[in-house]
């Protein structure tokens, strides 16, 4: 009998930077359970939580049958599109492969929900802001053109549309968002492609070198990972949300010369810098316009430093 009232979750993506701590966050709720599909190509097993709710399947999202099997065989509530090749720069290494992950596999999803009319109460996918490109335009909104420059930037803002005329041409309740520059507990710092923050962090925890491509004067909009879930489970749960894309975002312009000083002064350790000049292809500057979202409740926004002390004490509660 409990069973039934349980709502399930697919989260592709699950053993990754945000797809661990939404998992996490859903399963405070006892009534949530979470089948994580992850090939662990970026993702970290040890990211799972551990629990008799989640399932985790180690797989890629290009394996048609397997997720066609999946979807029509289980029963979800929520379906929760995280699984990406999450580099822009490996985008441009390998554009094939990263249309293949970014976009043709959730396409494969989308239909096979549409030709075995799969009942579900939310579909969400996860796009980016590197769909604005490089546009001086600030701060960006959501109804700005579009100037996708990556194969990254061009599958997130396809599958985006598909999404969301899937939505419109055969009614499934879906909805997107666009994320900003988003960090905290989780991220692998041991990958090049990771967000800047947590390999600064990492610099310091371990006294090596840490290089800023160009001055340190580029700004990004920064958001604690805490409060990206917290958004991501809102636009699910809430029905009136769907058909839709939101910027997620703190709305803040923040300098990496900034965070540096900021995260100096929360480790006490000093930034071992050197600096190399801009990375091709780089946007010098990037900030939301977060209002959007914020029309709902759920929307929190943590502030840079109440989020980078919480992200500096959960990397020293690990050391
Ligand atoms: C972010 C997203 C990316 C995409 C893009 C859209 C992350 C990790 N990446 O890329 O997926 O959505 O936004 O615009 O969130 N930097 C250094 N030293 C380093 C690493 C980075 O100086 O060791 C600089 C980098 O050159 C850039 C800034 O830090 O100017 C931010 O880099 P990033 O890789 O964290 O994120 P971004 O904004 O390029």
Do not use: W
């Amino acid at each position: 009998m409990e069973a039934t009232t349980l709502s399930s979750y697919l989260v592709t993506g699950g053993a990754g930077f945000i797809g661990a701590n939404l998992t996490e966050l859903l399963l405070t709720d006892s009534s949530n359970k979470v089948v994580i599909v992850d090939d662990l190509s970026m993702g970290l097993k040890r990211n799972i939580p551990k629990s008799d709710r989640v399932t985790f399947f180690e797989h890629s999202i290009t394996d048609h049958d397997f997720m066609s099997k999946l979807l029509i065989d289980e029963h979800f509530d929520y379906i929760v599109l995280l699984a990406a090749i999450a580099s822009v720069a490996d985008s441009v290494e390998r554009p094939y492969e990263t249309h293949q992950v970014n976009q043709e596999a959730n396409l494969s999803m989308l239909e096979t929900l549409r030709v075995n009319k799969i009942p579900f109460k939310k579909l969400y996918f996860a796009s980016s802001a590197a769909v604005y490109g490089d546009s001086p335009e600030l701060p960006k909104k959501e109804t700005m053109a579009v100037k996708p420059l990556t194969q990254y930037a061009v599958d997130k803002f396809a599958t985006e549309r598909e999404v969301l005329n899937y939505g419109r041409l055969y009614n499934m309740p879906v909805v997107c968002t666009r994320f900003f520059n988003v960090y905290g507990p989780k991220q692998n710092p041991k990958s090049p492609y990771s967000g800047v923050l947590s390999i600064m962090m990492d610099s310091l925890k371990d006294g090596k070198p840490f290089t800023f491509f160009g001055d340190g004067e580029q700004t990004r909009d920064f958001i604690y990972v805490g409060d990206v879930v917290k958004a991501i489970r809102g636009l699910v749960e809430t029905p009136d949300a769907r058909d839709d894309v939101f910027n997620v975002a703190n709305g803040q312009q923040t300098t990496l010369n900034q965070v540096a000083a900021a995260l100096e002064n929360l480790t006490g350790k000093k930034l071992d810098a050197t600096h190399k000049a801009p990375r091709l292809g780089d946007i010098r500057d990037s900030y939301a316009d977060a209002s959007k979202i914020d029309h709902f409740d759920f929307m929190q926004h943590t502030s840079l430093s109440e989020g980078l002390a919480k992200y500096v004490a959960s990397v020293q509660d690990k050391a």
